[in-house]
């Protein structure tokens, strides 16, 4: 892992609406945007510094929930250093202590996974009525390079009280507390964690990715592991090209970079090697695809819009390309969020 050269300022305008979409009031964004003037240094004026100062003192006033908010953008964008990781923990400690209170049962397991000649362990964590997990559905659910299970906590408890599913969120490989690097070999836990979901439920799966994960649940999808797939923003094959690559905004190339367990900033040529290892373009001349719903914003600067539309013309696949949005179609994550549940609830009902 390695820290880059990035503007704070321009990370705050990357992400202040998906930080608010999450449920931080934008007074406390501004306050925070207002003290950071670094990324890295741990010391005031630094971003890792100064969301952890606001996080702890929500945990100091009980209010848990925001505390596991806070530190999630305090640990942003990736785990480059101990304070970062420090604050992940101190988030997990948060979310732990705000479970309690949530509008649905939780529980955090973890999972061992066969990968490669060996196992890893993923953290997961089940979001159900009841905890009758063998009486409905199970979706698997996953983020991106950069904000990952506890971050997209709203959007799971949407999905587990609106989809009539299970949901079991984790981290996909190169992120979060999920310990491999994101590679050619990332498919392999993906797989181990959709046959876990098999066993867990009533046998019915299906699989949630936004922006990166979006990549697993096309795999997901086009091979026909699970019994539904939603594609939220992933990249698929042109936004691995190196034309796309070479202009990625905001950090990107460095936080891919990082996913993918690099100790310095990869080349151009580097990069794009190990994302053509993820490329779904073979997967995509199949034709024995489960049922898949796929979506971004038009005006994404992270990923083509070819990525979504190359999936036009395939049976049981129903794509949008909304207007007047970006990346995950975040700014219209009230519309879709509802969307994605009433497609899921359609799908596994046909299902049984």
């Not at 100091?60 to 999630?72: K, N, P």
């Amino acid at each position: 892992m390695y820290s880059y050269n990035v503007d704070p300022g321009a990370m705050f305008e990357d992400r202040t609406d998906q930080f608010e979409k999450f449920g931080i009031p934008r007074a406390d964004i501004e306050r925070v945007r207002s003290a950071v003037d670094n990324m890295w240094t741990d010391a005031p004026g630094g971003w890792v510094y100064e969301w952890s100062q606001l996080a702890s003192e929500y945990a100091e006033r009980g209010d848990h929930r925001m505390a596991a908010l806070v530190y999630g953008c305090a640990k942003f964008p990736c785990l480059t250093d101990p304070a970062r990781t420090k604050a992940m923990q101190h988030q997990l400690e948060q979310f732990q202590l705000a479970a309690n209170g949530f509008p649905v049962r939780f529980e955090r397991r973890i999972l061992t996974v066969a990968y490669r000649d060996g196992s890893v362990e993923v953290p997961v964590h089940l979001y159900s009525a009841d905890g009758d997990y063998a009486s409905r559905p199970v979706l698997i659910a996953s983020g991106g390079v950069d904000t990952w299970k506890m971050d997209i906590h709203p959007w799971w408890v949407g999905f587990t009280q609106g989809a009539g599913v299970t949901t079991m969120a984790f981290d996909h490989p190169g992120t979060g507390e999920t310990a491999v690097p994101l590679d050619e070999h990332a498919d392999e836990v993906i797989r181990g964690l959709a046959a876990y979901a098999r066993t867990l439920g009533d046998g019915r799966v299906a699989h949630f990715g936004a922006s990166f994960g979006g990549n697993f649940a096309a795999m997901s999808g086009l091979t026909g592991i699970v019994d539904a797939a939603v594609d939220l923003g992933g990249p698929v094959v042109a936004a691995f090209g190196a034309e796309n690559l070479s202009k990625l905004p905001y950090g990107m190339h460095d936080i891919l970079g990082n996913a993918m367990h690099w100790g310095h900033s990869p080349t151009l040529d580097e990069l794009s090697a190990g994302m053509q290892r993820l490329n779904r373009v073979e997967l995509l001349a199949r034709q024995d695809n489960s049922p898949m719903l796929v979506i971004n914003g038009a005006d994404d600067y992270f990923i083509p819009q070819s990525d979504t539309l190359d999936f036009r013309g395939r049976r049981d696949t129903e794509v949008h390309l909304i207007e007047g949005t970006g990346h995950v179609a975040m700014s219209k994550a009230p519309e879709v969020v509802p969307k994605v549940i009433s497609w899921l609830r359609a799908q596994l009902a046909a299902t049984r």
